[in-house]
């Protein structure tokens, strides 16, 4: 009677856990240290599947089998230093750089279409202007090599939320969304979609989350979706007829295909078209099993599956490490959700709310596109998984957007009251970060209170500590 007496009285582990993540989770600096743990340790699985997926190609193509992983850790650092320099900028310097990132961007895509379409550069060719080198999505020179839809993303990011942010409460009105919005969406659907769907794909979701953070009314995003598939029908009938990365001499039309081939039952793919990179990441994921081959033991990344350090890494993932790591990248990126979505909700400022919605948002909905086409849920686009493939310009973009959301959360009112209460080190933040500025004590709608006389009747400079103040709601 007395072991049951104890057993009752005894709480449960889940009652014991949930009031300690509660208290965890309600801490000032929560979301910082969720973002940060959960986008650096995306960065580590990605550095080390990278290596895994190009080792025995890099060593057979040059005897070398550090080359390619070399040049993604470059890549990294580079993305640290960006994730450093937008962690320390504060909200107005952002605001004002949004508009000549999405400049540089439109200019980068005008000449990158312009040259696709007058060499004719398809999937496999290569053109030369000059010192530059152009494929389909991305420039080169010296060693370098950038793509500017990665670079859309940014500005769009940026941009989009200073303009949204600066329209108020006229954002409900059909005139305020229409100039500039959506000329500008329009004409970066069309320079993306161009030669790469997917990424325009991504924009839309940026563009769905943008303003749904801003309370933009539903009908507002079915016209955007029918805008949306409208363009892309538009963009899938022009690939047929050679425009983009499409062949007018092609007998069926390939973006059709990549895009229904998912519909496919597997007895029925033909691996010699485009079912053939589904089949392959199924077979890698079948192979896997729940725990894996081992890491660096796949068997498949030898040639068989595609782009394998690129698009279809997850599928390395899943012959590597089984269901299991695949389990872990899909936490990870659920955490990074999570905080994203949090900072967004916590942010007083509506440009860095909208801002943070607009990253999150397309990190997730990029993660979504790669791993759902991968496992045969969605089209196959050609997108990265971010912070786990392969590519210079869409890791470094990445980083940054984190930095951005980094920078957010250490500017939510109460994490700002905690870094002002106690201080670190000047060293401190002059190697990591700022003190973020404190939050305004005023109400939102809430008048300056009076300035206090001076006993020789004349109105003093300051206000009383407390005076007109009250936690932000």
């Known amino acids: ?24 989770l309600a801490r000032p600096l929560s979301s910082y240290y969720l973002l940060i743990a959960s986008a650096g340790l995306l960065l580590l699985i990605g550095l080390t599947m990278v290596f895994s997926a190009t080792s025995v190609k890099a060593y057979a193509a040059n005897g070398n089998a550090f080359s390619a992983i070399s040049s993604q850790a470059v890549y990294a650092l580079l993305g640290l230093v960006a994730f450093w320099i937008c962690q320390r900028l504060p909200g107005p310097t952002l605001r004002a750089l949004g508009k000549y990132v999405l400049g540089v961007a439109i200019v980068l895509l005008c000449f990158l279409n312009l040259v696709v379409e ?11 202007v000059g010192p530059i080198s152009v494929s389909l999505l991305s420039l080169s020179t010296g060693g370098v090599s950038v793509q500017p839809s990665e670079l859309a993303k940014l500005g769009l990011v940026l941009w989009g939320a200073d303009v949204i942010a600066g329209k108020g409460p006229a954002l409900g009105h059909w005139r305020e969304l229409a100039m500039p919005l959506f000329p500008v969406v329009g ?38 979706g029918v805008l949306g598939l409208t363009g892309i029908g538009l963009l ?24 229904t081939a998912f519909l496919t039952p597997l007895d029925k793919c033909d691996l010699s078209d485009t079912c053939y990179q589904l089949v392959q990441g199924r077979s890698a994921i079948f192979e896997g099993g729940w725990f894996g081959v081992g890491l660096g033991k796949s068997a498949l990344k030898w040639g068989w599956v595609p782009e394998a350090e690129n698009d279809f890494i997850y599928a390395i993932v899943a012959e590597e490490l089984g ?23 916590r942010s007083a400022d509506p440009f860095r709310r909208l801002a943070a919605a607009a990253i999150t948002t397309w990190l997730v909905a990029q993660a979504v596109i790669n ?25 470094v973009v990445a980083m940054a957007g984190i930095g951005m959301l980094a920078s957010f959360a250490r500017a939510e009112p109460d994490a700002a009251r905690a870094l002002n209460a106690r201080p670190t080190p000047r060293w401190v933040r002059l190697v990591w ?11 939102p709608g809430q008048p300056r209170p009076p300035a206090l006389k001076k006993p020789g009747g004349q109105a003093g400079g300051t206000a009383p500590v407390g005076a007109g103040g009250g936690r932000r709601r």
């Open 433 to 443: 970060a700022p003190l973020p500025p404190l939050p305004s004590q005023r109400r």
């Open 118 to 128: 007058l060499k004719g550069v398809g999937p496999n060719k290569i053109a030369h």
């Open 236 to 259: 899938i009938a022009a690939a047929s007829r050679g425009a983009g990365s499409g062949s007018a001499e092609a007998a069926t039309n390939y973006r059709v295909q990549r895009l």
């Open 1 to 24: 009677m007395a072991d049951d007496r104890t057993r009752i009285a005894r709480p449960s582990l889940s009652r014991q856990l949930l009031p300690a993540v509660h208290g965890l």
């Open 371 to 395: 791993m759902g086409g991968v496992v045969g849920l969605l089209p196959i686009t050609g997108l990265p998984l971010p912070f786990i493939s392969a590519g210079g310009s869409a890791l």
């Open 323 to 345: 269901v299991v790591g695949c389990t872990v990248v899909l936490a990870l990126f659920a955490v990074l959700t999570y905080a994203g979505f949090r900072i967004a909700r």
């Open 187 to 224: 004409l970066l659907f069309v320079l993306v979609g161009y030669n790469d769907v997917g990424t325009m794909l991504v924009l839309l979701a940026l563009i769905v989350g943008l303003l749904w953070a801003a309370g933009v009314r539903l009908r507002v995003f079915g016209a955007l």
